[in-house]
């Protein structure tokens, strides 16, 4: 099978591992919908708030599995596999971040909910973290970012707003910082500016509500729903 196969194979693999809806399906064996209710977004939030913080974190752990599997796997094809022999440097780092925007876009446009989906801020850390260790620290810094934020605001769009704008500024300063070439490694640049732009464009509702103050703070589920 030639590289090129491989490679096509992987985005698609990718993808549909991707657009998995951890979601739904989790909301679905405790018998809600979480489509039809709270905010209708089928991520790690409003998991939290129809079914408790438990089954929340569960499936934020899925959603950011989604995104660190297929591309830390794919990480290990291109350098212990042989699939990237003869490739430019920025060639193998293009297909990585490829790889990850495969899980990411599978998250956001599921096939199996009519290519509708989340807003893939889980989803793209944990691609992000599987891409060593270029985007890991920087990734792991706007996890921390993140926390902070919403510890403060107790606003959990506020906070991955806050986390996703960070990320191209951090990932710069990591490869200033390690002495990093920047010029091979500019589809890794590319897929940190994507990420924040992808996840601002989708937090477009909830931008509006933080600037008319209506956004709502975070407030858990206790109760197990029938």
């Known amino acids: ?24 399906l989790i909301g679905r064996w405790r018998g809600v919908d979480i489509r039809q209710a709270g905010s209708g977004n089928t991520g790690a939030t409003n998991a939290a708030r129809l079914l408790g ?3 929340g974190l569960l499936v934020f752990l899925l959603d950011v ?10 990480g290990f094809m291109l350098r212990e596999g042989g699939y990237a022999t003869g490739l430019p440097q920025w060639a193998i780092y293009t297909t990585w971040m490829l790889v990850g925007l495969s899980c990411v876009a599978g998250h956001m446009a599921s096939p199996f909910l009519g290519f509708r989906g989340g807003k893939g801020v889980a989803t793209s850390l944990g691609a992000s973290m599987a891409i060593f260790p270029d985007l890991t620290y920087p990734a792991l810094a706007c996890l921390g970012i993140w926390l902070v934020s919403l510890l403060v605001t107790r606003i959990v769009s506020a906070a991955s707003l806050a986390s996703a704008l960070a990320f191209p500024v951090l990932f710069t300063a990591f490869a200033y910082w390690s002495h990093r070439d920047l010029i091979s490694r500019w589809p890794l640049a ?26 709502p703070c975070i407030v858990l589920s206790r109760k197990k729903p029938h």
């Open 53 to 55: 913080w438990r089954l």
């Open 1 to 24: 099978m030639s590289s090129l196969l491989v490679i096509i194979l992987g985005l698609l693999l990718a993808y549909m591992f991707g657009a998995i809806p951890f979601g739904v």
């Open 65 to 74: 599995s989604k995104g660190f599997g297929p591309t830390l796997a794919a």
């Open 190 to 215: 590319a897929f940190a500016l994507l990420t924040a732009v992808v996840v601002v464009w989708r937090h477009r509702p909830n931008i509006s509500r933080l600037l008319a103050g209506s956004e």
